[in-house]
């Protein structure tokens, strides 16, 4: 049976017009990538020969209750070759507020773990030490939460005694954060030797 050769045009331009829709409807809506940890937060993961990051996440693991399963299973473990596997695991999972703890206190980089020798400032006493360094600073040379306790300071000459408590309020949440990269001004005023 031979098919009528109009009939063989009319399904080719169908066919075509069919995935030339298709193609549009791709380049106009393309598929939605899922955003992993590792995606999120690059910066932040701990590469595999930083011991003593991993010592000290293996202890805060064993005092913590973790609730990603390949993270339960290496606190039973209690060994870093486990939690690092675990960590790779919830790396390349799907990011979930859910697990966000996990990652934050079990698998990332916070700031203090970048400041090599150096020791983070805890206590009042402390930022007095810091003070004059970070009234010299300006606006250009700050940045994250000490930029806004420095706008807030604006251009009084006064020193009223919250500018020192916000300013070590600032340090102590950028210390315990996640790693996100520099931000300007935290090693000259939020660390110490």
């Known amino acids: 049976m031979e098919v009528p050769t109009k009939l063989l045009l009319g ?8 995935i030339g829709s298709a193609a549009g409807y791709m380049h106009f809506f393309p598929s939605e990538s899922k955003e992993t940890f590792k995606s ?17 996440k293996l202890s805060t693991l064993n005092s913590g209750t973790p609730k990603h399963p390949s993270l339960i299973s290496a606190k039973n473990k209690n060994n870093t070759d486990s939690l690092k596997k675990a960590c790779q695991s919830l790396y390349n999972s799907t990011f979930s507020q859910d697990l966000m703890s996990d990652f934050k206190n079990f698998c990332s980089k916070n700031y ?12 009042a006493t402390d930022i007095k030490t810091q003070w004059a360094d970070f009234k010299a ?10 930029l806004d306790v420095h706008i807030s300071k604006k251009s009084s000459d006064n020193e009223p005694n919250d500018w020192k408590d916000q300013v070590l309020t600032a340090c ?15 090693l000259d005023i939020c660390t110490k030797q």
């Open 172 to 186: 102590k949440s950028i210390t315990s954060s996640i790693f996100e990269g520099e931000i300007k001004g935290y």
């Open 112 to 123: 203090s773990d970048t400041i090599g020798d150096k020791k983070p400032i805890e206590t």
């Open 11 to 18: 399904l080719g331009g169908a066919s075509a017009a069919g």
């Open 137 to 146: 600073k300006n606006n250009d040379t700050l940045g994250g939460k000490l």
């Open 40 to 56: 999120k937060y690059e910066l932040a993961l701990i590469q595999d020969n930083e011991n003593s990051i991993w010592t000290k």
